[in-house]
């Protein structure tokens, strides 16, 4: 299988954009209507994926699509409360 490179993070983002508007939308199914992409994006970038080296794009779909979701709200409503 062929290595897909990316010259930046925006176009990585860019990338994977169809399978964060797959989580934003279940999420919103369960009436989490205020979660973005950049949220979740930031979850698994800042949080998730600290220690990951070399993640492949699929596994890192697989990431997304499969990541927990209370943890997730748990570190969305820690934030908030952080800035409020």
Known sequence: MEDIEFNSLQ????????ALNTKRHELMSRGFNYVKNKDIWNYLTK???TNSKYLS???????????????????LNNNIRKVS
């Open 47 to 49: 949080h998730y994926w």
């Open 57 to 75: 794009l699929s596994e890192m779909v697989d990431d997304i699509l499969n990541m927990n979701n209370e943890a997730f709200i748990e570190y």
């Open 11 to 18: 176009d990585l983002y860019n990338r994977i954009t169809p």
